[in-house]
């Protein structure tokens, strides 16, 4: 089955405690990439990767840093949390990137920063 | 100005309407259009998508595209409460399948 698996789905941190968000695909995409979803706002792309080691800013990336050492994996990096970081997180992958490629999306990850 | 407007609603209709969705978009270079359906505390799915002006139907949804006026819109025939979600319209530019949402209609089909 086709599948984007994200963890931890529940997370509650405290400001400046370093955490990682991983996210794990099967589908042997090259494209990965990070959204987060707030109320009002939509959802918004952090970073994205075009392949193994290649990755690149989405429109929010302030505060997060993202690696891609291997195909299957892209895990999201807060470094030192904020409570304005406080949202919910979607890991995405697809075949390549432009038209026409189904993205899949993860089941998503709420993150709370107090 | 958002490059993608959407109405957030929440629209509430009874069972068997004709549910209308829209988005205008400010962007004439975005390309693809697509729609993405997400239940609560779920990931979007994929719902339908198109490249061009006109309308594509699947069963009972229908998506439309104007591309001269910059509107999209997607069309649920005989809805049901299993519709209830929120709708997101997506426009997808050429390069790196960077999508950018709208903000998402909440759709409430009742009994």
């Known amino acids: 089955e086709a599948q984007v698996t994200q963890n931890p789905r529940y997370l509650i941190t405290v400001t400046g405690k370093k955490l990682t968000v991983t996210c794990s695909q099967n589908?042997?995409?090259?494209?990965m990439s990070w959204y987060r979803q707030d109320p009002g706002l939509g959802l918004r792309q952090i970073y994205y990767?075009?392949?193994?080691?290649?990755?690149d800013k989405g429109d929010v990336p302030e505060g997060y840093k993202v690696s891609r050492k291997e195909k299957r994996n892209f895990p999201l990096i807060l470094e030192s949390p904020s409570p304005n970081q406080t949202s919910l997180y979607f890991c995405?992958?697809?075949?390549?990137?432009?038209?026409?490629?189904?993205?899949?999306f993860g089941e998503g990850s709420w993150l709370t920063v107090v | 100005q958002k490059e993608v407007e959407q109405d957030p609603g929440p629209l509430s209709v009874p069972e068997g309407a004709i549910v209308s969705l829209n988005c205008t978009y400010s962007?004439?270079?975005?390309?693809?259009f697509m729609w993405y359906r997400q239940y609560s505390r779920k990931g979007p799915e994929l719902l339908m998508y198109?490249?061009?002006?006109g309308n594509k139907e699947d069963g009972r949804f229908t998506a439309q595209v104007d591309k001269s006026s910059k509107y999209i819109s997607l069309f649920i025939r005989d809805s049901q409460p299993s519709d209830s979600a929120t709708y997101l319209c997506?426009?997808?530019?050429?390069?790196?399948?960077?999508?950018?949402f709208g903000t998402g209609t909440r759709l409430q089909v009742t009994l």
């Open positions: 995405a992958s697809s075949r390549t990137g432009g038209s026409g490629n189904t993205i899949y």
């Open positions: 589908m042997n995409h090259e494209y």
């Open positions: 990767s075009m392949n193994v080691e290649v990755t």
């Open positions: 962007n004439s270079a975005f390309q693809y």
């Open positions: 198109t490249y061009s002006s």
């Open positions: 997506a426009i997808l530019t050429g390069t790196a399948s960077k999508l950018t």
